[in-house]
T-cell receptor
Framework: GAGVSQTPSNKVTEKGKYVELRCDPISGHTALYWYRQSLGQGPEFLIYFQGTGAADDSGLPNDRFFAVRPEGSVSTLKIQRTERGDSAVYLC????????????FGEGSRLTVL | QKEVEQNSGPLSVPEGAIASLNCTYSDRGSQSFFWYRQYSGKSPELIMFIYSNGDKEDGRFTAQLNKASQYVSLLIRDSQPSDSATYLCAVNRAAGNKLTFGGGTRVLVKP
């Protein structure tokens, strides 16, 4: 498809388990963002990649969260030792024109930690 | 104090009326300002961006920016039921930087 693709769309896991969420951005978009959105809240910034490198990872809440983008395209957000408070929709976005701030969002991965 | 603040609503407006949404931000270094619309269960989509003080119009939407007051607003004219959604204000310090979002204002347009 032409849009940002995120998998899985839904993930239910148990507390303490490891989770990976995948994002496939729009072809040619060099910037890739991860946000987290809880019910009734706005998206909360986690990390931003320009190419393969993390340009800003200041939003990662702690060292249980890690993200990679090894070839400058697909990105994986990794969460270790999940906690119930990690439950949220994880949104990935990509951007071509950084000056307009137009982020194209995927449909999100809904994570539920039991 | 949150970096970007919005009234959570809901803002209820009759069909055909003007919906007025407000947003304040705390970082005086903010350079660019954005309004995103998010339908329930869907992802955000960009409506408008504004960089300079004053008004910017696009169809039924007008964004207004006042950097001195650290205030940005969105007007929706001739509101339609299809405008019922959450409207997210977002700011960034410079091109290529992260966008910081407010909590959103839920708008309900009643026929």
């Amino acid at each position: 498809g032409a849009g940002v693709s995120q998998t899985p769309s839904n993930k239910v896991t148990e507390k303490g388990k490891y989770v990976e969420l995948r994002c496939d951005p729009i072809s040619g978009h060099t910037a890739l963002y991860w946000y987290r959105q809880s019910l009734g809240q706005g998206p909360e910034f986690l990390i931003y990649f320009q190419g393969t490198g993390a340009a800003d990872d200041s939003g990662l809440p702690n060292d249980r969260f890690f993200a990679v983008r090894p070839e400058g395209s697909v990105s994986t957000l990794k969460i270790q030792r999940t906690e119930r408070g990690d439950s949220a929709v994880y949104l990935c976005a990509s951007s071509l024109n950084l000056h307009t701030g137009e982020l194209f969002f995927g449909e999100g991965s809904r994570l539920t930690v039991l | 104090q949150k970096e970007v603040e919005q009234n959570s609503g809901p803002l209820s407006v009759p069909e055909g009326a003007i919906a007025s949404l407000n947003c304040t931000y705390s970082d005086r270094g903010s350079q660019s300002f954005f309004w995103y619309r998010q339908y329930s269960g869907k992802s955000p989509e960009l409506i408008m961006f504004i960089y300079s003080n004053g008004d910017k119009e696009d169809g039924r939407f007008t964004a207004q920016l006042n950097k001195a007051s650290q205030y940005v607003s969105l007007l929706i004219r001739d509101s339609q039921p299809s405008d019922s959604a959450t409207y997210l204000c977002a700011v960034n310090r410079a091109a290529g930087n992260k966008l910081t979002f407010g909590g959103g204002t839920r708008v309900l347009v009643k026929p």
